[in-house]
């Protein structure tokens, strides 16, 4: 194998294709032969120590193993390696993934990060290769850290500079669209960014006072994720078309479909945020959540305007306002229900699109996965508007305040409750409806037959 994978380097050398000096041909000769060297070892060396510490397959044992420390990710690679070469057929790579997609969530994230801890430097713009899954670390050594994700998606053809493309958003505009304005959609949360090509030097994410003019070095530091061979779920050809099928993206999300997943499905189909932690995913849910109040406080202002007039009346000696106010206090509670049906509508039909056109959601059971979620979501904060809004008078027994802060502190909690409870729950009933709808078509296939 690693024969095969050194003539088809020369043969791209002699193309001129992507391995264009020598230089670079003999370096890719020597990346190889220490592959060979370092998985052979690191296979034999994995399937001993798991047999030995809990009698699982050798895979696993090999894949609770410390990672080597190594730039070029050769060792730990080795180490992670059943056997496999680095030029793998689609059948192998399909094999490993179909292990992989039989681990838990959690598992699956675990040993994808454990695999991508490789960076390579990219010192040039011209060291960037179509393919290449790229990152920019932000605010390093600090709480804020972040990686930004990218993907090179060829050179522009007027410049001959590197194309990428990712989610993304200036900063400005990051601000201006942080909190949701349209009807209670949600729409605005989702334009956070949108997945976009742009020729490098960008003017904003790599602009143009960041690239030497005379050498093309990079004055901002960049990397490229060492992906092993038996992860690449696509040929680079695949990727790119996978990326461009997404193109013009507003669907962002910080936590289910950011910068990093998206470039993580492009290359394995996995719409995963490895950075994305639990605390990260906590503070986004209560960011969410109270997003979602501030829009619930919107829709009480008929029963604010009401039990004030109301108040007014009762000083006046009126009756007429009275039944005004048991009205705008109904429209309140029935606004509430139908913006939150509404929305839980218009989530609904996103994701029966995203089935539709094979993106992010992959297949009937995930479809049903994310109905649960979004009817759970809008029961819950229905729910807990509603009951807030009955136990907040009674604690805070002030016209209109009580029921408000009632109204706004149970939507807040029910988006939580809601959530929470969703993830619980949704993966089992999603199983168990798409197993009953696959018995059902079954019974209708027979009895269409008799």
């Known amino acids: 194998m690693a024969i095969l994978d050194i003539h088809t380097e020369y043969k791209k050398w002699k193309s001129g294709k992507i391995v264009q000096t020598r230089k670079e041909f003999i370096a890719e000769v020597v990346d190889k032969v220490i592959l060979v060297i370092c998985r052979a070892g690191g296979s034999i060396a994995g399937m001993i120590v798991g047999q030995i510490s809990d009698g699982t397959s050798s895979l696993k044992g090999a894949l609770r193993d410390e990672p080597g420390k190594n730039s070029r990710g050769t060792v730990f690679e080795g180490l992670l390696c059943i056997g496999c070469c680095r030029r793998m057929a689609l059948s192998e790579s ?38 290449d899954h790229l990152l920019m670390t932000r605010n390093r050594g600090t709480s804020l850290e972040y990686a930004h ?64 003019p005379e050498t093309d070095l990079l004055r901002v530091e960049v990397e490229r994720v060492v992906w092993p061979q038996k992860l690449r ?23 289910n479909n950011n ?21 990260w995913k906590a503070f986004c849910e209560t960011f969410y959540a109270t997003t979602r109040t501030l829009w619930q406080a919107i829709q009480q202002l008929p029963k604010v305007v009401a039990e004030i007039w109301d108040d007014v009346a009762v000083a006046g000696g009126s009756a007429v306002p009275k039944a005004l ?35 992010l959601v992959s297949s009937r059971e995930k479809f049903i996965e994310e109905v649960v979620d979004n009817v759970i979501l809008a029961l819950s904060r229905i729910g807990g508007s509603v009951g807030g809004m009955i136990v907040g008078q009674v604690l805070i027994p002030v016209p209109i305040l009580g029921g408000l802060v009632g109204a706004l502190v149970g939507v807040f ?7 929470s409870f969703s993830e619980l729950i949704k993966e089992d009933i999603g199983q168990t409806i798409d197993a009953v709808m696959d018995l059902l078509e079954k019974i209708k296939a027979e009895l269409k037959a008799v």
């Open 94 to 131: 399909s094999a490993i993934w179909k292990d992989i997609l039989g681990l838990k969530p959690e598992e699956r994230k675990e040993l994808l990060q454990w695999q991508l801890q490789a960076r390579e430097p990219i010192l040039r713009l011209s060291d960037m290769k179509p393919g």
């Open 149 to 212: 994700h990218f993907l090179c998606s060829g050179k522009d053809e007027m410049s001959g500079k590197p194309k990428i493309i990712h989610y993304y958003n200036t900063p400005r505009n990051f601000m201006k669209q942080k909190f949701p304005t349209s009807l209670g959609s949600g729409s605005c949360l989702e334009q956070l960014g949108m997945i976009q090509e742009m020729a490098l030097p960008d003017g904003d994410l790599i602009a143009e006072s960041y690239v030497d």
């Open 233 to 255: 779920r696509y040929s680079t050809e695949e990727v790119i078309t996978r990326a461009h099928k997404r193109e013009g993206e507003k669907d962002y999300h910080p936590i």
């Open 259 to 279: 910068c990093e997943s998206f470039v993580m499905w492009c290359l394995c189909d996995l719409n995963i945020s490895l950075q994305a932690t639990p605390a």
């Open 325 to 359: 106010s048991k009205v705008g206090i109904s429209v309140g509670v029935i606004s509430t229900a139908v913006v939150e049906a509404l929305m839980a509508g218009y989530n609904i039909h996103k994701e029966y699109k995203k089935w539709e056109d094979g993106v």
């Open 413 to 419: 909690g029910g988006h939580l409750f809601g959530k």
